[in-house]
């Protein structure tokens, strides 16, 4: 009994957490870095309740979880906001300095401060578009990585534990597709990007020019995968300790600000949940990806099939519509049914911080706040104009 009764009067935040929700390889490299000594962005707190410390001048302090999570989180929110601003200084400002640089030496491409549209030659555009599509999501990508320290087994979740999840996740990404693109045909680089070359001088059809084939592939499966990186990599890992609906949710809302438009942030981060999701219940990063390739296929296609201006579009469009709907139907029951016999659970983290609480301290840290604050109020100046 009096056993029973130390035990707990023992917190121990690390040990507590839940690390059977993946495997064993994945799991190991997790308990070693949030026990690893003097890293700053591990939530490690230990207190045997019985016990007080005195300080000279102060007589006795108690240790305080609540602050010890909060310090923690005023740290991984505060590299998570340099990074956010790593993304948008170089997608608002220094791409487009760069193309005005590129315009006074000759060559053929051009935007403005005022808009994001990238117009010029087919070739120039293209390769700027991919150039600048990886740094900016490399830059942040690499400073999260070399910030955190995150060691990669843990970093890049890479063992498919139940492939029935990869079903399922794929199903609920066709099913946010056609919900979300409901309201709006698709999203404004993708219009950009068919607008361009749909308008081009080219006597072939769309799908010979080799540009625009070239931006697709990249767009499709190579764009996704460093999206998946940034946001499901390293700094999804660090947020696990607070849990994993903690880490999801503000996974998912990073991704959809940082959007800058509102007509895609709800697709964005319905998609990310269902990545993030879907990532967890199978146990590979690979759901992740497939997830958001899955949403760029739709997306390109439901362009291209809007692009017709004939009056055969909106029957194309709906008939394109209601067979991913079934498609997402089918891979849903078939998820719900293999399923049955396997419980899938979530990581949970319990403190004295409430959810509502923590997200809050989360949220209003510099410079992650000033970020989100900018990305809406940009996402309202291209809503008004």
Known sequence: MNKITEEKDIINVIDEFDYST???TYNESFLQWRKRRGNRYSFDFKKNQRERI???????????????????LARIFHTLGYAALMYIVFDDVISKLLIYALEFLGVDIHTSFS???????CHEVVLTLIIFDIIKMAFPLFYLHFKFKVPKKAEVMGSMNNPSALVGA???????CVVTTIPSAYSMETREVIAFFGESQADVSIWSQF?????????????????QLLFCGAAFTVLRQFGDMFAILITSLTAAVLTQDFRTMPAVFLITFVGCCGMLASGTAFTAFAVNIIYKMYELTLSLIETDTSDNMPMMRNLFMAAIVLLGTAGLIYFRFSMKKTKLRLAHYSSPVSFGKRMMYATRTFPFSAVAILCVTYALIKAVM
């Open 115 to 121: 808009g994001s549209t990238v117009y010029g030659g």
């Open 170 to 176: 794929i199903a609920a990404a066709f099913m946010v």
């Open 22 to 24: 993946q495997n064993e």
């Open 211 to 227: 540009d625009f084939i070239i931006y697709s592939v990249f767009d499709i499966l190579f764009l996704p995968i460093l999206t």
């Open 54 to 72: 005195y300080i000279d001048g102060r007589g006795f302090v108690e240790n305080s979880c609540e602050a010890a999570e909060k310090k923690v």
